[in-house]
């Protein structure tokens, strides 16, 4: 499996380097871990030209590029950060930008990939992040995955157990989720399920 870690900060050797260091940890020798930096691209504010509602973005900056190395993924983790009560601004600007100008042109490339979110914050509002993400996934229609609860990290905290023990268990259902989508179907088992299919269909 190869998974992409999207990361919103733009600190060095702050907390969500930390995260990115428990990913690696955790998936060695099960996945490929790549962490691409948002502060390492140029990603500019959308210009609400709308002419992006039926082909990719023109705006001339790295955008384009990331949405490449998101389609070659298996899995994404979206890992912003969070600002004023909500994700900062160039988190912000990716979303807006990768969704409208180019999955929707694109007619929703990520379909059914999977896709998990993580969020570092000071203290509050780390679930309205959270939520406003997973908004994003399933608009893109890819397979989201988690744990039961939200890894939501405090920086506040020299450790947060809760958060990392929430993060280990989404990338265990990640790893589950990709074998069992890659696994070959057993004789007849396709068929099986096209004949529900159709009885649901029709009945």
Known sequence: ?????????????????????????????RASVEDLWLRDYRIDYCDADNACSHIDCSLPDDVAAIVDEMVKADAILYLPVMHAYGTNSRFQA????????????????????????????RRYGHTAVFGQV??????????????????????????????EQALRETLDRLVEHYHKLNERPRRGAE???????VQFQTG
């Open 191 to 197: 068929r099986l399920r096209l004949l529900k299919q």
């Open 94 to 121: 990716f979303l807006e930008r990768v969704g409208y100008g180019f999955m929707r042109p694109r007619e929703r490339p990520l379909r059914d990939k999977l896709a998990a979110v993580a969020v570092v914050g």
């Open 134 to 163: 997973v908004l994003n996934v399933l608009l893109n229609k890819m397979v989201l995955v988690g744990s039961g609860f939200p890894a939501t990290f405090n920086t506040q905290l020299v450790q947060d157990p809760e958060a």
């Open 1 to 29: 499996m190869k998974l992409i870690v999207i990361v919103g900060s733009s600190r060095a050797h702050g907390v969500s380097s930390r995260v990115v260091s428990l990913i690696r940890r955790h998936l060695a020798g």
